[in-house]
């Protein structure tokens, strides 16, 4: 198995590692950086738990290789606050009850974040097919639409 | 001050700060110095002898450090575990496997990288043997045994009811419809896999397990039973059951996976972490469900439901793996009388073994309470359409009336309380039903397919009373300790674990309700078996009946020590003290007063002498019956003649589970419960081959619904207090699973119902629908 040195930006802080060329991004974020906020709920990119930001798009990171993320900038779930302040779409999912086992929840923000980016007044059928990357087994997504809508509106403001 | 926020509050969740900034703590965030990974071997074939097992490849690969086989536990005599349900199941076998996905080997490694290269390395030479996939012919002369140990492939036979009398009641029925009713095996497929770190302290003979377990302090016992004779003893094992990612009944069982890591971190001494990967969950982990159903009932001529029969064969693989209350091997399953009102029932079951996974698990239910209620509503439904009556007309003719309870089931349950009517007619006022009854009229004129389903459940949870529920012996109470600071905050810690339903707010509120104490300064503990009172957890929607009861019991008892102290510190007599909210004042005399904070305070600094210092109670909660939530739901499907393709154009569902202690989370609760009814009922089912291979070992073929597929819910709500819980709470969060599968398939019937089609079985799949379209001459073909 080959080596590779890579530098990966996460959440504005640069690491540098050696890593197998196998390594799954999602692995690396969590083991090898301790950032255990991204989730792996299985193993074939059907769920999304794992969803993080790379260079500005949602991936899944089960289904990236660490090598892969090299000179990148990745955003994860820890890095979603500023300064303290939690992102509208934190305040979102608390507000609204979207959550519950939270689990899933790190991936849904994550994807919902990136939904918005790309689509700031999205319509629910566009949330719901937006969102349909990830899988979340508790909530029955009622109220993680109304999360996203409601962050929708707060960063219109 | 802070709000009290007590019953009735949405306040949002407590345990949400956590859980939205990544910082919720689940089993594989756990690390610990020295971790070592373990890794499992498993079969491809559903029976086969082992003829060899070479472990010599794998052993060559830098950072594979050891492997378990079946025949190193034998000599510790740990190659088999005891069962919840009182039947026992390999660890790892000695010479046959008996399921596709068994565990075989172990591999221990210094990454989950390197393990699984282990894992790739291990040679098992196996030689096939006759698999038996379908249970019935696993009950026909001269089967496949499954158990070497057991004498044939029936596991037990289960009957209750009165037999004679209601053949009788069929003998002189006007009208008897029968139907065979398959409940699909599936799955619970929380979105965190299982798995456990096991951390073994050879110097101190202590074992801290952490484990994804809804049932701490059961794994504890468990473990100090089938360990102790190799120096587990029970005051030396911890159990630490963290943030579960979902639960929904499968992380009930003990699975072989834990037993392995334990026996790895004894071994090899170094703490020992196993992570079950999706496939390895759905593959192996405890299914649920699998009921094969042949149910009949029973009418007078005026339409009024006289007797039921249902004769079962329950499938559960290769052991009965399932959590069921020892007394009840099928569960709560006789509560398949369901709201109905009348005296004659007979019901048998014949549990099964099968070359399958084991389990039987009650997946988001009671105990049996969703196979029961599918069959039930079906069969009313199959009934209304027999005798040409409206279906929501005749279950309000046959319901169980309002002043009928407390009421005695046919079958032997005492149901607490309920307002059937109210629900249904609530639930048809906020569906518009009579105009949708009107618009299908038309359009079937017109050759479209419209169907209007309904549900009309009983649950039955809360177990359970001691007298009747154990499991292992373990009488299923429930417990709650609660220690209030000298400045007013409390910490109370409880026998049950949340998986994601809240607990750590809604117990609050329970106890802020009964003490003044604001919810938001009480902090709730649960998982931990060293500091946790015993409990038997949180599964069968028990954990508000029992451990919900049991905080407000406790918090009673500190408010009777509150009120001495008050008369104490008012002097004044105990019986002229009025309490309010937060305080007690005099009677006639506002302004003397002291609040919960003073008392709490003078309970550490300024008691009565004959008193005990401090301020904290514990109870251990034996509810005196079952409670009974129930509902009304209507489902709204429109069929495509082109496709086959159902979809859900409206669901309205109302719900009585009692006292609401958090109405959003009741909410939420009920939204969630309704999608894993809905999954089951058109997607998902795991289907075996005849050679016992699972097809949908993985997530993209076990259809897990997205936010695409999922109906959009619409709730309403009835409130019917139960009269023996503290409180008047019944539980909520299985009761939208177990109600919803029947609504969407007596939808889907009642469209299809004027063609010919009497019955399909969930999942309602586009595939199957049309082709009972195209049986019945109504497919639109290109």
């Known amino acids: ?97 979207a959550l519950q086992c939270g689990f899933c929840t790190p991936g849904m923000m994550m994807s919902s974040v990136a939904l918005l980016t790309g689509n700031p007044n999205p319509t629910e059928d566009e949330i719901r097919w937006g969102l349909s990357g990830n899988l979340c087994r508790c909530t029955g997504y009622n109220n993680i639409v109304k999360a996203v809508q409601y962050a929708a509106e707060k960063m219109k403001s | 001050m802070a709000e009290i926020h007590g019953l009735g509050s949405s306040m949002k969740r407590k345990e949400d700060a956590r859980f939205i900034q990544g910082k919720g703590n689940y089993i594989d965030d756990h690390k610990l110095p020295g971790m070592l990974w373990l890794d499992i071997v498993r079969s491809p074939y559903a029976h086969a002898k082992i003829k060899s097992i070479d472990t010599s490849k794998a052993a060559k690969i830098p950072g594979v450090l050891g492997f378990i086989t079946g025949k190193d536990l034998e000599k510790y005599n740990l190659h088999w575990m005891p069962t919840l349900a009182g039947d026992k199941q390999m660890v790892l076998p000695i010479d046959t496997v008996k399921y596709q996905s068994q565990e075989v080997v172990a591999v221990i490694a210094t990454d989950r990288y390197t393990a699984a290269d282990g894992v790739a390395a291990v040679e098992v030479e196996y030689e096939p043997l006759p698999v038996v996939v379908d249970p019935h012919k696993a009950l026909e002369p001269g089967a496949t045994k499954v158990r070497d140990d057991k004498e044939s492939n029936r596991i037990w036979h289960w009957e209750v009811g009165d037999q004679d009398g209601t053949e009788a009641v069929f003998k002189n029925a006007a009208t008897v419809v029968k139907e065979k ?77 834990y037993v392995l890591a334990v026996a790895a971190s004894v071994l090899l001494g170094h703490p020992i972490k196993w992570i079950e990967d999706r496939s390895e969950n759905l593959a192996a982990d405890s299914f649920a469900r699998d009921y094969h159903i042949n149910a009949e009932l029973a009418a007078d001529k005026d339409g009024h439901i006289i007797g039921m029969r249902m004769d079962t064969v329950a499938d559960h693989g290769y052991s009965d793996a399932q959590a069921a209350p020892s007394k009840f091997p099928a569960g709560m399953f006789h509560i398949a009388t369901g709201s109905y009102d009348f005296q004659k029932a007979f019901m048998k079951v014949d549990g099964v073994y099968t070359n399958k996974p084991p389990g039987g698990v009650a997946y988001r239910c009671s105990f049996r309470v969703t196979e029961a209620v599918h069959a039930i509503e079906r069969m009313v439904d199959i009934m209304a359409h027999e005798r040409g009556e409206d279906p929501a007309e005749f279950r309000m003719k046959n319901f169980i009336k309002a002043e009928q309870f407390p009421y005695m089931s046919a079958l032997g349950w005492e149901y607490d309380s309920g307002d059937y009517h109210k629900a249904l007619k609530l639930a048809m006022d906020m569906v518009g039903y009579a105009d949708l009854r009107k618009e299908q009229a038309e359009k079937r004129a017109r050759g479209e ?264 819910w619409e709730v309403g709500e009835t409130v019917t207090p139960s009269p023996h819980h503290p409180i008047g709470a019944k539980g909520v969060g299985e009761s939208p699973t177990v109600g919803a599968p029947p609504a969407f398939a007596n939808a889907v019937v009642d469209a299809l119902w004027h063609l010919g089609v009497r019955h399909v079985d969930i999942p309602i799949t586009a595939p199957k629908v049309y082709a009972l379209l195209k049986k019945h001459g109504a497919a639109l073909e290109e």
Request: hydrophobic share 35%; aromatic share 8%.
């Open chain 2, 449 to 712: 397919l419209m169907g209007i389903g309904i549900s009309s459940f009983t649950e039955i949870v809360g177990a359970g009373p001691a007298h009747q529920f154990d499991i292992i012996g373990l009488k299923m109470f429930d417990s709650c300790e609660i220690r209030v600071h000298p400045t007013g905050k409390a910490v109370a810690r409880f026998g049950t674990k949340s998986q994601g339903q809240g607990h750590e707010t809604t117990y609050a509120q329970i106890i802020a309700q009964e003490l003044g104490i604001p919810a938001e300064y009480i902090k709730i503990e649960e998982g931990d078996t060293d500091t946790a009172p015993y409990g038997l957890g949180t599964y069968a929607s028990r954990s508000t009946p029992t451990a919900g009861a049991a905080a407000a019991v406790a918090a009673r008892k500190l408010r009777d020590k509150a009120r001495k102290i008050a008369a104490h510190l008012l002097e004044c007599a105990e019986e002229d003290l009025v309490w309010d909210a937060d305080r007690f004042h005099v009677k006639g005399s506002p302004t003397k007063v002291k609040t919960i904070q003073e008392l709490v305070f003078a309970a550490y600094t300024n008691y009565p002498a004959d008193m005990e210092g401090g301020f904290e109670a514990t109870h251990y909660y034996n509810p005196p019956n079952l409670t009974y939530p129930f509902g009304s739901y209507i489902c709204v499907v429109d069929i495509d003649r082109g496709t086959g393709q159902v979809t859900t154009r409206r669901f309205v569902a109302v719900d009585d589970c009692g006292t609401r202690i958090n109405p959003m989370i009741v909410e939420g609760q009920i939204h969630g419960g309704l999608t894993q009814g809905f999954a089951p009922a058109m997607m998902e089912e795991m289907q075996y081959d005849a050679d016992g291979n699972l097809y949908g070992g993985t997530f993209m073929d076990y259809m897990v619904p997205t936010a695409v597929e999922s109906p959009k």
């Open chain 1, 1 to 97: 198995m080959s080596t590779h040195h890579i530098h990966v930006t996460i959440n504005g802080t640069l690491h540098h590692a050696d890593v197998e060329s196998r390594l799954l991004l999602v692995h690396f974020i969590r083991d090898n950086l301790n950032m255990t906020g991204t989730h792996i709920g299985c193993d074939s990119s059907s769920c999304g738990a794992c969803t993080v930001h790379l260079n500005g798009r949602a991936v899944k990171s089960c289904t990236v290789l660490a090598v892969q993320a090299n000179d990148g900038e990745i955003t994860t779930v820890e890095g979603l606050a500023t300064n303290g302040a939690l992102h509208p779409i934190q305040e979102g999912f608390h507000q609204c009850h």
């Open chain 2, 181 to 257: 009713i398959y409940i699909p095996r599936i799955h619970v497929a929380s979105m965190e896999t299982c798995g456990c770190l096991a951390d073994w302290d050879g110097v101190n003979k202590q074992l801290t397990f952490y484990v994804t377990s809804q049932a701490p302090h059961i794994y504890r016992t468990v473990l100090a039973l089938v360990a102790g004779h190799v120096g587990l003893s029970e005051e030396n094992i911890r159990v630490v059951s963290p943030d579960l990612g979902g639960g929904f009944g499968g992380k009930v069982p003990v699975y072989p996976g």
